[in-house]
């Protein structure tokens, strides 16, 4: 009798411990896909870019997404809403990113494909520096972490 119960216990945990995993899944899934759809540039604010970007292939969506996905993790950094300068900063480089998605668009529609090309590698390399960011912001001192956004933010505006 206890080993059935014994039994029971460890399939009731086991079917318990799947069907979380299975939802946490199906839910990360779903959160991923809604973002990847959207046109937001900055999590909660909309760009400006043509929507067809979200899955174009050209140079410019492709840098547009690479900077939708850095400032998302930029956003999903928990510390930074404890800090009202890193709120402010943050703020600076949403800005900034703007300007940048602005500018790729205004190089989209550029004929000349030299200096297209020449936007774009400015372009690539700001998001290069955006890109590093999350990380650079993670467990790092608040100072740190103002000085690394802050040098971010003039690297995009300089693009």
Do not use: C
């Not at 990360?28 to 973002?35: A, E, G, H, P, T």
């Not at 937001?40 to 067809?52: C, D, H, I, N, Y």
């Not at 547009?64 to 943050?90: F, K, S």
């Amino acid at each position: 009798m206890i080993a059935f119960v014994v039994i029971a216990i460890t399939v009731v945990m086991a079917l318990f411990i799947l069907v979380g995993a299975a939802w946490f899944a199906w839910d990360s899934d779903k959160r991923v896909k809604k973002f990847a759809r959207s046109t937001e540039l900055v999590p909660g604010k909309p760009g400006r870019a043509p929507e067809s970007w979200t899955t174009a292939t050209s140079p410019e969506a492709l840098l547009h997404r690479r900077i939708r996905y850095a400032i998302a993790d930029v956003h999903a950094n928990p510390a930074i809403p404890h800090y009202p300068d890193l709120v402010a900063a943050r703020d600076r480089l949403d800005d900034a990113v703007f300007d940048l998605d602005d500018k790729l668009i205004a190089a989209s529609e550029i004929a000349d494909e030299e200096e297209q090309n020449a936007r774009l590698s400015s372009a690539e390399s700001a998001v290069v520096a955006l890109e590093e960011l999350p990380k650079k912001l993670w467990e790092a001192p608040e100072d740190s972490q103002l000085a690394d956004m802050e040098k971010v933010t003039t690297a995009l505006e300089r693009a």
